[in-house]
C-alpha cells in the first residue's frame, strides 16, 4: 500500500527536480540544494525553543492542544522536507511551514480563554431581597 503512494511521490519528485534544474541550471539547483539544507537543519536547531513558545501559548490559553500538536508536527515536517534534497520535499516543507504561521498568527489573534472555575450555585436556592417591615423604608441609618 505504501509503494502505490512512494513510487510515484519519486517519479515525480524526479521530474520536477531535473525540469526546475533543467531552466535554472546546475549550480543554481545545487545551490538551491544547499540553502535549503541548511534553512531545515537551522529551523531544526531552534525547534525546541518553537516548542516551549508553543507550550506557553497552551497554558495562557491561546492555543487548544489540537492546535499545539498540528502546529509542533508540521513545524517538524516542515524542517524535514526542507533538509531532503528535491523541489516537491521543498515545496511540501514549506507548505507545512506556512501551516505552522498560520495557526500561530490565529492563535495570537483569538481571546485568550479564562480557566477561573465557571461552577453553578446551588439550583435550588432563590435569590430575594429581604426587606424588613417594622423598619421605614425613607429613613437611612
Excluded: C
Excluded at 501559548?57 to 524535514?80: C, D, E, H, P, W
Amino acid at each position: 500500500m505504501i509503494l502505490i503512494i512512494v513510487i510515484p511521490f519519486l517519479l515525480l519528485e524526479l521530474y520536477l527536480s531535473l525540469k526546475v534544474g533543467e531552466n535554472i541550471g546546475f549550480m543554481w539547483s545545487a545551490i538551491w540544494i544547499v540553502v535549503s539544507m541548511l534553512m531545515g537543519v537551522r529551523i531544526l536547531q531552534s525547534s525546541s525553543l518553537t516548542l516551549v513558545g508553543n507550550l506557553s501559548s497552551v497554558s495562557r490559553g491561546k492555543l487548544s492542544m489540537k492546535s499545539f500538536q498540528n502546529a509542533s508536527t508540521a513545524y517538524l515536517l516542515g524542517a524535514i522536507f526542507l533538509i531532503i534534497p528535491g523541489v516537491l520535499t521543498d515545496f511540501l516543507g514549506l507548505v507545512a511551514l506556512g501551516y505552522t504561521v498560520y495557526l500561530q498568527f490565529i492563535a495570537k489573534i483569538t481571546p485568550e480563554q479564562t480557566k477561573f472555575d465557571t461552577k453553578k450555585g446551588d439550583d435550588n436556592v432563590i435569590d430575594v431581597e429581604i426587606i424588613d417591615e417594622h423598619t421605614d423604608r425613607n429613613s437611612r441609618s
